[in-house]
């Protein structure tokens, strides 16, 4: 008689998570999660496991690579205890994953959800722009209404992202306007940023994951695109990524500007850890805006956060990949491109997490690659 032998067990599985169903699957959005959780898994060296299906049971612990930032009470019923059982983070409450926590209330006694911290704006106030958070029309007319009085005001829904659901006003008449566009029950749920608009924009991408024992830390610079409505939107991110903390990052040569940045995203990050007890993150990214005030000064400040799977997470993903098969490599440059209409030329080295046509924008092909570094 033979002896049978069963393969052993997998160390670990990879499972996409996709919380709502109206994210077409065929789509651009989910394509590129299922690519990423696919590269994550060889890293790890785990078996990828297919989008998490809560019936089936696993014979590995699970790593998840989430769509969107999830709370506390959601990670929980997941089973993930920390940062080491996902590729993004935790917060908290749900308005705590968006733009909102930049900024001041407009008033002391304005509406805001349960657990909002009047301590985290406090924090952040010398390295953002000036601007208000509302979840009500009333505080949203009255921030605004302020912020006019320095020049023309950028209207951002909290829950919108890639350059969209953004709306520049310069007038009171043009604001109540866009304000009456805006559901209540959106503004009340989620929530709006009223921020002062800068002209000739710069927006750094400021970032730092953590997969096993690698820690990736970048800067880099984003780029706009038109899509296939003739509307200007996100187009991808050329970071520079140094294993190691922020100091690593430090370390290297770099412009003032770029320095000033870090040194911005690094107080968000920091406040972040310090507000909300609850949060934690192995995905941590931060738009850093450079730019001109209403009076025409320079004038740079954080945006927001990103504490899930983004825009540049292909070039994270292909540095984690350079610094797995190059445990000496200490720095690289890696790029993502999000590309409208017909199909771009590639770089031989790209990885291709989408081409195709996407059921809501149309033609798009999404790719990274990889290149050396050489610190001038």
Excluded at 83 to 95: A, I, K, Q, R
Excluded at 304 to 333: C, D, K, T
Excluded at 364 to 374: G, S
Aim: hydrophobic share 40%; charged share 20%; net charge neutral.
């Amino acid at each position: 008689m033979h002896a049978t032998h069963r393969a052993p067990p997998p160390r670990g599985l990879v499972v996409t998570h996709l919380r709502s169903s109206t994210i077409p699957r065929d789509g651009h959005e989910a394509s590129t999660q299922r690519e990423t959780a696919r590269r994550l898994a060889k890293i790890k060296g785990f078996l990828d496991g297919g989008e998490f299906d809560t019936l089936a049971r696993y014979p590995a612990p699970k790593y998840f690579v989430p769509h969107e930032t999830l709370t506390s009470a959601a990670a929980s019923r997941l089973g993930i205890h920390g940062e080491d059982d996902l590729f993004g983070g935790v917060v908290p409450f749900s308005f705590a994953g968006t733009k909102t926590i930049t900024h001041p209330l407009v008033r002391t006694r304005s509406v805001a959800p349960r657990g909002w911290s009047i301590e985290f704006p406090r924090r952040v106030s010398k390295v953002v722009l000036n601007g208000f958070s509302a979840f009500d029309a009333d505080d949203a007319f009255i921030g605004g209404r302020r912020l006019l009085e320095q020049g023309a005001v950028r209207v951002k829904l909290a829950t919108a992202n890639a350059g969209k659901g953004q709306f520049v006003v310069d007038t009171m008449a043009a604001l109540a306007t866009t304000l009456d566009r805006i559901d209540p029950s959106d503004m009340s749920e989620a929530g709006i940023v009223l921020e002062q608009n800068l002209a000739e924009v710069t927006t750094y991408s400021i970032g730092q994951f953590r997969v096993g024992d690698t820690v990736g830390t970048y800067y880099g610079l984003q780029q706009l695109t038109t899509n296939n409505h003739g509307a200007t939107v996100y187009g991808g991110s050329a970071i520079t990524v140094v294993r190691g903390d922020y100091d690593s990052l430090l370390s290297l040569h770099l412009s003032d500007d770029i320095r000033l940045a870090i040194v911005q995203a690094r107080v968000y990050d920091d406040a972040a850890d310090q507000c909300f007890p609850e949060f934690y993150a192995s995905r941590r990214n931060y738009d850093v805006a450079r730019g001109k005030d209403a009076s025409g000064s320079p004038c740079c400040g954080v945006l927001e956060q990103s504490w899930r799977a983004g825009g540049a997470s292909g070039a994270e993903i292909g540095a984690l990949e350079a610094f797995a098969r190059y445990p000496s490599l200490h720095a690289v440059r890696a790029m993502t491109r999000e590309v409208y209409g017909e199909t771009p030329t590639l770089p031989a080295n790209a990885t291709v997490y989408f081409s195709g046509t996407d059921p809501r924008v149309g033609r798009l092909t999404k790719y990274a690659w990889v290149e050396p570094y050489a610190d001038a």
